[in-house]
């Protein structure tokens, strides 16, 4: 048996990169091809992922994806598969966003193979960058293809992108009834909309098409921002697709057809919850799920595993968005709890099973479920995975509060390299259940209110302190012990315990990126700078060294719109917790005006907010509270008129809790609540940089 640990797939988790899951990956080369079968006996479906690192921490590209017929060219613009329009409704392709890896970041993208349309001769893998921005600005440019068993087969590096703004990675297409793989590299400098036009795409301008798409999301005033404007009474508009706007005195005729949109579009919010018909707050809302009678962890474990399983089985978009990145196909799918399956003398009983039915054939993974912050043990799910490759299922999926790290297993699996049937084994927190359940229900949408209601039920229910789906919740034993050592100045480099520490607060961290992208609908990510290829072990080793040197826990977040990256502070000696920004000086003007017009942005921002005055070639500059520069913005500028102000750095100060667990006093509950309040109360009141200044940044290598 071939045993693979990682995580679910979606933003913010922590997985092994999947050139790095072990067994024979075929290096390609570009112009060259190899038959997937040749490769795989599991590769009716696949995961590809597209990898790169930012040397600033800020650069990012864009997954697309087109099915192309035998002319090579779409059959209609639904064939066109991008962040507006990321799911195909046969399930043979669905974008799963991006996860973080050790030197980067990864887009994954899940193929369904026996899904696709017969009439599709060729599937493109490409990307795109945005704001002016070439690929020449990023490193290490990779594609990867994994089989359905997590098993990387290939991998293709790209060195030469130059000043391209799009790149076709590679193309899968058939021959004959098999598939095959081909490493193109081919760069466009005409960026997402030129290479979409190019195989048939009818793209709508940008800026046509947010006139369009603000005049009618004003008028519609949908719940949800994925679903598409209406133009006619009962007319279909495809996801990811806005009405052409009318030609000049034109208003009166039809309308042309619905246009990809390469505009991302705006998150809408929900709207707001409506008046109680209560008489009073004592009366409680019937749930379809009630909570309070669970009083055992055992309860816990049944009542949550069920619960899950039965909304993934009757909400399609939801059961295969947690499925798809496990190597499931798209199919009919059911759940099932309790199962009894024969193991020697004694029949173990998983907490759940999930079989997809597809053209005939099952994709089967077995489930163990833990709640309220207990440890999977090693033996049952050794016991799973013996169980699902003697009975020739693909996985085992554990589910429990805790957060996988990549290098650092939640149990150790052996692996039976006799047996021929290969099981992957996945790690599912509860907190990414619920960040994937978020983003449906209040950024996404579903396909009817009865889903909507049920990944509603399902949400309440995993945020109910009653059900013990609250995620990691708990810094562990080291934390009292090296919290002290820091202190009185006892604690050695090499301690194990600063480890352990590091481990949990990298863990806090991911989970954090999972909350706050829900809230926002808006991709959260911790930024990572090791170089490719570096032990994840080696990193957390040297951290923790710096831990006992400094008493400092740190992080950086990267939030999508915001106008540069999130730095996170725990400083263990003072007991403080530091949230700050650096924005970058506008390219034009003068730096008295920049100064009030950040002062005016700021003007519902706390008091004690610190902003400091970045000068090039200095460690700092004139620094003040905003409470005492708002009736002198001039406060914040250099004397001398000869140095260059680079930006600004804004910065909020909170008092860290000390204990280990979630509790108010808590420190994984004082972090996660500075962060919020930094965000809410200064991040979003600031201008996101221009595209003439965001390249900018890039190429001067800050950030």
């Not at 890896?101 to 193979?113: A, N, P």
């Given at each position: 048996m071939t045993a693979v640990w990682s995580g679910w797939l979606g933003w913010g988790s922590q997985v092994p990169e999947l050139g790095d899951l072990g067994g024979f990956m075929h290096e390609m080369v570009k112009g060259s091809n190899v038959a997937l079968a040749a490769l795989s006996e599991n590769a009716g479906s696949v995961i590809v992922g597209l990898r790169w690192v930012s040397p600033t921490g800020e650069g990012d590209a864009d997954v697309s994806v087109l099915l192309l017929d035998a002319n090579g060219k779409v059959r209609?613009?639904?064939?066109?598969?991008?962040?507006?329009?990321?799911?195909?409704?046969?399930?043979?392709?669905?974008?799963?966003?991006?996860?973080?890896?050790?030197?980067?970041?990864?887009?994954?993208?899940?193929?369904?193979?026996?899904?696709?349309?017969?009439?599709?001769?060729?599937?493109?893998?490409?990307?795109?960058?945005?704001?002016?921005?070439?690929?020449?600005?990023?490193?290490?440019?990779?594609?990867?293809?994994?089989?359905g068993g997590g098993e990387s087969l290939l991998g293709f590096a790209i060195d030469d992108a130059g000043t391209v703004s799009a790149i076709i990675f590679g193309e899968l297409y058939r021959r004959g009834e098999e598939w095959k793989f081909r490493a193109v590299g081919q760069g466009y400098d005409t960026g997402l909309a030129g290479l979409a036009a190019d195989f048939g795409v009818d793209i709508d301008d940008d800026a046509g098409a947010e006139e369009a798409l603000s005049s009618t999301e004003s008028s519609e005033q949908a719940d949800t921002a994925v679903r598409a404007p209406a133009v006619e009474q009962e007319q279909q508009v495809t996801p990811g697709l806005v009405p052409a706007p009318r030609p000049p005195g034109d208003e009166a005729?039809?309308?042309?057809?619905?246009?990809?949109?390469?505009?991302?579009?705006?998150?809408?919010?929900?709207?707001?919850?409506?008046?109680?018909?209560?008489?009073n707050e004592s009366w409680k809302q019937a749930r379809l799920f009630p909570v309070s009678v669970l009083k055992s962890d055992r309860d816990r474990e049944m009542r949550a595993t069920s619960v899950l399983l039965s909304v993934m089985a009757q909400v399609p978009e939801f059961g295969r968005r947690l499925t798809a990145a496990f190597g499931a196909p798209s199919g009919?799918?059911?759940?099932?709890?309790?199962?009894?399956l024969p193991h020697g003398d004694t029949p173990r009983r998983p907490d759940g099973v999930v079989r997809v039915e597809r053209a005939g054939k099952l994709w089967t993974a077995l489930v163990e479920t833990k709640t309220n912050g207990n440890a999977l043990k090693p033996e049952q799910v050794q016991a799973y995975a013996d169980i699902a490759a003697r009975r020739g299922y693909e996985a085992v999926i554990t589910l429990s509060n805790d957060v996988a790290l990549e290098g650092s297993p939640l149990v150790d699996v052996k692996i039976d390299g006799r047996r021929k049937h290969k099981v992957a084994l996945w790690h599912l927190s509860w907190a990414e259940v619920t960040h994937q359940a978020q983003m449906l229900i209040r950024h996404e949408g579903v396909g009817d209110k009865a889903h909507a209601w049920l990944l509603q039920e399902l949400l309440y229910y995993l945020r109910h302190e009653n059900s013990g789906c609250h995620g990691f919740q708990n810094m562990g034993a080291a934390w009292v012990p090296v919290r002290n050592g820091i202190d009185d100045e006892t604690l050695c480099q090499g301690d194990p315990r600063a480890l352990d520490v590091v481990e949990s607060w990298e863990r806090l961290i991911r989970q954090?990126?999972?909350?706050?992208?829900?809230?926002?609908?808006?991709?959260?990510?911790?930024?990572?700078?090791?170089?490719?290829?570096?032990?994840?072990?080696?990193?957390?080793?040297?951290?923790?060294?710096?831990?006992?040197?400094?008493?400092?826990?740190?992080?950086?977040?990267?939030?999508?719109?915001?106008?540069?990256?999130?730095?996170?502070?725990?400083?263990?000696?003072t007991g403080k917790l530091r949230n700050s920004i650096e924005i970058p000086a506008p390219e034009q003007g003068y730096p008295l005006t920049w100064a009030k017009r950040?002062?005016?942005?700021?003007?519902?921002?706390?008091?004690?907010?610190?902003?400091?005055?970045?000068?090039?070639?200095?460690?700092?500059g004139p620094r003040g509270t905003l409470e005492r520069l708002r009736p002198e913005p001039a406060d914040m500028l250099p004397k001398s008129n000869d140095t260059h102000i680079t930006g600004f750095r804004l910065s909020l100060f909170k008092s860290m809790g000390s204990s280990r667990g979630n509790a108010e006093s808590g420190f994984i509950r004082s972090v996660d609540d500075a962060v919020h309040r930094?965000?809410?109360?200064?991040?979003?009141?600031?201008?996101?940089?221009?595209?003439?200044?965001?390249?900018?940044?890039?190429?001067?290598?800050?950030?």
């Open positions: 209609s613009d639904s064939d066109f598969y991008f962040y507006n329009n990321p799911v195909a409704a046969d399930g043979s392709v669905q974008l799963l966003g991006k996860t973080p890896t050790e030197s980067g970041d990864e887009d994954r993208i899940s193929f369904d193979l026996t899904a696709v349309p017969s009439g599709i001769d060729r599937i493109v893998v490409a990307a795109s960058r945005y704001e002016g921005a070439g690929f020449g600005e990023l490193e290490d440019l990779k594609m990867t293809l994994a089989d005729g039809p309308r042309k057809a619905a246009r990809p949109r390469t505009a991302k579009k705006k998150v809408t919010v929900p709207r707001v919850a409506r008046k109680s018909l209560a008489d009919r799918m059911e759940t099932f709890t309790e199962v009894s954090m990126c999972l909350s706050l992208g829900g809230e926002l609908g808006q991709k959260v990510l911790p930024v990572q700078r090791a170089k490719r290829g570096a032990d994840p072990r080696t990193r957390r080793s040297l951290l923790a060294d710096q831990l006992c040197v400094d008493g400092r826990l740190q992080a950086e977040l990267r939030i999508e719109g915001a106008p540069g990256i999130l730095a996170i502070s725990a400083d263990l000696r950040l002062i005016r942005r700021l003007a519902e921002a706390p008091a004690d907010l610190h902003i400091e005055t970045l000068i090039e070639g200095e460690t700092g930094f965000y809410t109360t200064v991040v979003v009141h600031l201008d996101r940089p221009t595209p003439r200044q965001a390249s900018a940044k890039e190429r001067a290598g800050t950030g």
